[in-house]
């Protein structure tokens, strides 16, 4: 039962909050939200992966509980049907897809022997508030947590103990890989703390975090015992006074109240406790008790979160409406998490140590995710935090000579794809935020021409096929998008040259628009991929597939209209088309795919703009129609509320902005594409001088129109415009949104949303796309290349070839096309006697020895690899042969953070023509190493020095590679299932 705001019950001198039952929420819809909505426990359940954690409004510290700590479902470390649990770490994720944090978990123990790896605990005790967490153990030890800023803080009740102690876990080995751990006892003018740090290897390569642990009030550490592997277990000393009766040592003897202050720094020992002496300096005189500040905390935390609150209040809506927006809120107003520490001092991108005092610095960037949404919130709610964030992202660019990608804990660890710093940074820009141009253009500049993830081969072809880079078409369209936010932020600098030259790189998704579908298509060896079907999730895509990603061209609507147009299509039936095709994806099994109607898939994000398109067609109600089904279908106050994990603020900023009918369609663009209000009242005080206030006029799911208040009063006429500008947002008080739940017979003309850049109107800059090639990847004898050197073209030039060969050709102005033609190099045969190759990863047998080799990008198809077997594998040369040479070289492919590794044994048979086969060569390699992705060659050589005549006809050979078994319990992903990946067998006589 999900419970909030207890009542504060003293039980005997133990001052714990206790588990009250849930009050009633606000009945009226006319008043505002307040934190009593915040319900923490919403997206803890299904796949949301939230954290029921304490925490303050963008804080370092989220303190709560650890309850799993693998598998898709444990990333944040909690899961709202789990009843055990390990102990409570001091950071989690919120809504991520991958594990990390859960750093210096901490758990109270009945005693020293107490040392089990979990506890049961009472699920209907559970309480989570906004910045606080209670539950009780089934041992009976009570359990609350609040947090400030950089401090959490604990509030134990344990019973008394005959030897006077109390004992607790501190655990700095947990979860991930920890590479050193020291734990200090110090004293400073605070008294004695635990002075603790930890370094550890996760998702975060190199994640280095420094803590003080303070007991408060009279308690003494008096010992500290190891147990190997981070784990600690911490004797205190109980002074007498807090016995109720030290004698009789019987059952009914009052609790013991216990209370730590534990302060983060990524800094070092001395910023941990800073951070801690600024917490404790900002406690109120009068509170002497460690129940005093406790409290207190809680209360100034929750004031903070009640002040966030404010800055988007709504009226209107039921309580379960409220509940949902209010913590949607509060999880987009969790992260970024804060990283520097109270002086100002934090740890950069190249792990040295850097002051601002001007600009907090920030962390957990999950840009892939936040920009379409979250960030273009913070503009308008957190414009001050929001150039911090920026701050952030252009000192990175200087520490490391990127922006950041999907940075953790100062690591980049280049999750996902694109480079969306520069859509948050080309946003705030367009929007007026003050912010040095010429500083972010070079960053941005900078980070588009990196040598990572096929951007030289983007640069130069114009655009990505599937043998350049796995999910080529996803990094193709992202690439397009960001450069052209590059492209309008030079432009608004005035350095038109350099605008150009961007606009025209984002031009890239022209040679995937695939004439036959008007869809996104992959490139495949010059042409289009001849094996498609949209609905097929693989790797050509990002957690996504082609139904998913063909909506993406927003930042050029028009010349992305204009050609489905050409085409035969429309955008309007392409959406209608996508609402209505068939929910069941194909291909591989993507957890991430989830929330569909039709093939729209609200539970990731590359869907999160789609219904909002209709606002650039004729037909905008339809949009309307589906935000609105969204909204009341997609989020639920239940702790299974979120359709897909909630990706740091992103999936909860999508129900923010579209419950108040006020989308960011294009971020990088000053305007919002418009829809039907969920509430009565919006208000957004941060909005230009004044504030701005949007009010519904009627009640329903379509909008009619829009129009500031003032223009209201005075006009008959409603507009017919789909979109709202930044300006126009800023410059009024007020804007009345007009609502209906039936549509008129009368079918109205909108002013549909349309791009409002420089280059709307630039068609000298439009490129041709790529030409289409058509040869064999592989053939023998001789194969036949075809090319068309533009859409529609009926007779194509060929030629005939007889070796292996490339073929480049270029559309003047416009993108290049490359096809490779390879030739079998011998005449041997392959067979898979043993070993089912998962689909995803299967090029079929002849794959193996046709002389196209995979490089360790494995994803772009070239590897067959199966999971959890052994592989047997058969070659045979056309007829029973003596040889005199064999020169025999297998490539294997060892990427362990995917959980490909070398097999731990790798057997040669060789088979004579009789049937008869012995055990030429093999190898052993019993160890999983924790190195960096590498393809390996098992290379052996086969040499007969007899006389012709009497050397043995060899038939064939065959290969055993044995699997590995299971990841070490070093891995992200230990216990999990290894995988063989193999790609060419060389033969030479």
């Not at 609507?557 to 095709?581: C, H, I, N, P, V």
């Not at 594998?873 to 060892?894: E, G, Y």
Request: aromatic share 12%; with cysteine.
């Amino acid at each position: 039962m999900r419970k909030t705001l207890p009542t504060l019950l003293f039980l005997s001198v133990c001052s714990l909050p206790s588990l009250a039952q849930k009050p009633s929420t606000p009945a009226s819809a006319s008043e505002p939200i307040v934190v009593a909505h915040i319900d923490p426990f919403i997206g803890t359940g299904g796949h949301g992966h939230t954290h029921p954690a304490a925490t303050a409004p963008f804080g370092m510290v989220q303190l709560g509980p650890d309850t799993r700590k693998e598998g898709w479902d444990g990333c944040s470390g909690y899961h709202y049907t789990d009843s055990t649990l390990y102990g409570f770490a001091h950071t989690h994720l919120s809504g991520t897809g991958v594990s990390d944090y859960s750093d210096i978990l901490i758990r109270p123990l009945t005693g020293p022997e107490d040392l089990a790896e979990t506890v049961g605990f009472d699920k209907a005790s559970e309480v989570a508030e906004a910045g606080y967490y209670a539950v009780t153990l089934d041992n009976g030890i009570s359990c609350a947590f609040t947090a400030s800023d950089r401090v959490g803080l604990h509030h134990y009740g344990m019973a008394w103990r005959e030897d006077g102690k109390a004992y607790f876990l501190l655990d700095l080995g947990y979860r991930d890989r920890t590479l050193s751990d020291h734990v200090w006892i110090k004293h400073n003018e605070h008294g004695e703390y635990l002075s603790v740090y930890r370094q550890s290897q996760g998702w975060a390569r190199d994640q280095r975090l420094f803590a003080s642990i303070h007991l408060l009030g009279d308690f003494h550490i008096e010992n500290i015992k190891g147990y190997g592997n981070g784990r600690y277990v911490l004797q205190v000393d109980v002074p007498r006074h807090h016995w109720t009766d030290s004698e009789s040592g019987s059952s009914d003897v009052d609790r013991i109240a216990i209370q730590f202050a534990v302060a983060l720094s990524a800094v070092d020992a001395d910023g941990a406790e800073n951070n801690y002496s600024e917490w404790s300096q900002s406690l109120p005189k009068k509170s002497h008790s460690p129940e005093d500040a406790f409290h207190w905390t809680k209360r100034q935390t929750q004031a903070a979160w009640q002040a966030e609150l404010n800055r988007a209040q709504v009226t209107g809506g039921t309580d379960a409406q409220k509940r949902i927006y209010a913590t949607a809120l509060y999880h987009a107003f969790s992260v970024p998490n804060l990283w520097s520490d109270a002086d100002g001092r934090y740890r950069g991108m190249d792990q040295k140590i850097y002051q601002d005092v001007e600009h907090p610095h920030y962390t957990v960037f999950s840009l892939w995710d936040t920009y379409r949404t979250a960030h273009p919130l913070y503009l308008l709610t957190q414009p001050e935090r929001a150039m911090d964030f920026i701050e952030t992202m252009l000192d990175h660019y200087d520490q490391s000579g990127r922006l950041p990608i999907w940075e953790l804990a100062a690591n980049e660890t280049n999750c996902m794809i694109g480079y969306h710093s520069v859509s948050v940074i080309a946003d705030a820009i367009a929007k007026g935020f003050p912010i040095d141009v010429d500083r972010a253009l070079t960053a941005m500049i900078g980070t588009a021409e990196s040598d990572v993830f096929g951007l030289p081969t983007y640069r130069e072809q114009g655009y990505l096929s599937l043998q350049d880079e796995s999910e080529s078409v996803s990094k193709t369209l992202e690439y397009a998008y960001d450069d052209a936010c590059i492209a309008w932020t030079a432009a608004k600098a005035g350095k038109d040259s350099i605008a150009d030259h961007f606009w025209q790189r984002s031009q890239a998704w022209i040679s995937l628009l695939d004439p036959e579908t008007g869809l996104a298509r992959p490139r495949d060896n010059g042409t289009f991929l001849k094996r498609y079907e949209p609905r097929e999730v693989n790797n050509n895509f990002t957690e996504a597939n082609a139904w998913q990603y063909s909506f993406s061209p927003i930042h050029d609507l028009k010349r992305w209209t204009g050609m489905l147009q050409d085409y035969g299509y429309s955008l309007e039936d392409q959406l209608d088309a996508l609402f209505e095709a068939p929910s069941e994806t194909v291909g591989r099994d993507q957890a991430d795919i989830t929330g569909l109607i039709g093939q729209y898939a609200h539970g990731n994000e590359p869907s999160h703009h789609i219904a909002w398109l209709y606002a650039a067609t004729q037909h905008p109600e339809k949009g309307h129609a589906r935000v609105r089904d969204i909204l009341e279908t997609m989020y639920s106050d239940q702790p299974d509320g979120y359709q897909g994990n909630e990706d740091c603020g992103q999936m909860s900023a999508w129900y923010v902005m579209s419950s108040w009918g006020l989308y960011p369609l294009v971020p990088g663009e000053a305007q919002y594409a418009l829809a039907a209000p969920l509430w009565e009242t919006v208000h957004l005080p941060e909005v230009g001088r004044e504030g701005v206030i949007l009010t519904r006029m009627g009640k329903g799911r379509y909008l009619t129109g829009c129009l500031p208040k003032d223009r209201v009063l005075r006009a008959a006429l409603r507009p017919d415009q789909s979109f709202l500008s930044q300006a126009d947002l800023e410059a009024r008080r007020e804007f009345v949104f007009f609502t209906t739940e039936a549509l008129p017979d009368v079918e109205k003309n909108w002013v549909p949303y349309a791009n409002a850049h420089p280059f709307v109107e630039r068609r000298d800059l439009d490129l041709l796309p790529a030409p289409r090639i058509e040869v064999a990847r592989r053939f023998e004898g001789s194969t036949m290349a075809k090319i068309w050197m533009k859409p529609g073209t009926h007779a194509p030039a060929e030629k005939k070839l007889t070796e292996s060969k490339s073929i480049t050709v270029s559309a003047e102005p416009g993108h290049s096309s490359t096809a490779y033609t390879t030739k079998k190099p011998n005449d041997w045969s392959v067979k898979v006697v043993e070993g089912q190759p998962n689909p995803q990863y299967n090029p079929g047998e002849a794959a193996l020895i046709d002389g196209v080799r995979g490089d360790v990008d494995w994803r772009k198809g070239e590897w067959f690899g199966l999971q959890g077997q052994d592989l047997t594998v058969l070659v045979t040369p056309p007829v029973a042969k003596r040889f005199k040479h064999l020169d025999i070289d297998l490539s294997l492919l060892h990427d362990q953070r995917s959980w490909i590794t070398y097999p731990k044994r790798i057997e040669m048979y060789l088979i004579l023509e009789n049937g008869e086969e012995w055990l030429a060569a093999w190898s052993d390699d019993e160890t999983i190493e924790d190195i960096p992705a590498e393809i390996m060659h098992w290379h052996t050589t086969y040499l007969e020095k007899a006389p012709q005549w009497r050397r043995p006809k060899i038939a064939g050979i065959r290969f055993v590679f044995r699997n590995a078994g299971l990841l070490p319990d070093w891995h992200l992903g230990a216990g999990g299932e290894t995988f063989i990946f193999l790609d060419e067998i060389t033969i030479q006589e």
